[in-house]
């Protein structure tokens, strides 16, 4: 079964918009969980979070992790073109460093 | 740059072939791990190396595939007698291991079986 889900699988909105992406998961050992933006090559790390409530900030993205609703948002203020990409969830188990990667949310940002 | 580095980016192999990708991790870097990306689908982790270890390859398939991280060189992701299934992206990252564990990805080996 599937240790980590995205929602939405797509979403398509237009420039100036704000989005919220979604990743719950459901892992044993839970020790981190990663963001990462894929575009038309391999994925780039955004944000790495480890403890409930303290919200990342990178520009106009930011994400929080809820270790007791097993959740993480992340979200993107006045959206541009340039945030087209794939969005991944990873999360890390304390054994052996294992990552469970989610299905992604597919980003579309209209001009 | 001293990113991590994949060779070759593409990868054309008949059915029967092997396949061997190489990933060479970030200067400093001695954790590697292998993911593949079918076609509609998110990473799926295939296996953990450090230096001449195996650490976790609970993600590889039983047949056919097999991994290395040799104490000089890149690590190597081997497919032996490829079929069209194995068609897919193949994502080497790397990390520092201990406290420096965010992993940092290759551009990935685009396999294509025919």
């Known amino acids: 079964e599937d240790k980590v889900v995205q929602s939405p699988l797509s979403l398509v909105v237009h420039e100036g918009d704000t989005v919220t992406l979604n990743c719950s998961y459901e892992?044993?050992?839970?020790?981190?969980l990663l963001w990462y933006k894929q575009e038309k090559k391999a994925p780039t790390f955004l944000f790495m979070l480890?403890?409930?409530?303290i919200e990342k900030k990178s520009g106009r993205l930011s994400s929080i992790l809820d270790k007791k609703e097993l959740s993480s948002i992340l979200n993107i203020t006045a959206t541009q073109t340039g945030d087209s990409a794939i969005y991944l969830c990873?999360?890390?188990?304390?054994?052996?460093?294992?990552?469970?990667f989610g299905s992604g949310t597919k980003l579309n940002v209209k001009p | 740059n001293a990113g991590v580095m994949q060779n070759p980016r593409h990868l054309v192999r008949r059915r029967g072939q092997e396949a061997r990708l190489r990933c060479s991790p970030m200067?400093?870097?001695?954790?590697v791990y292998w993911y593949r990306q079918l076609p509609e689908e998110g990473l799926k982790f295939m296996v953990y190396?450090?230096?001449?270890?195996?650490?976790?390859e609970s993600g590889m398939p039983k047949e056919r595939f097999s991994a290395e991280f040799p104490k000089e060189g890149p690590s190597i992701l081997r497919i032996q007698q490829v079929v069209r299934g194995d068609s897919a992206a193949y994502f080497c990252?790397?990390?520092?291991?201990?406290?420096?564990?965010?992993?940092?990805f290759g551009p990935g080996t685009r396999l294509t079986v025919t």
């Open positions: 990252a790397s990390s520092g291991g201990g406290s420096s564990y965010e992993q940092y």
């Open positions: 892992v044993t050992n839970f020790r981190s």
């Open positions: 480890t403890s409930s409530g």
């Open positions: 990873a999360v890390e188990e304390y054994n052996f460093n294992k990552f469970y």
């Open positions: 200067k400093g870097h001695s954790h």
């Open positions: 190396l450090q230096k001449e270890n195996i650490i976790d």
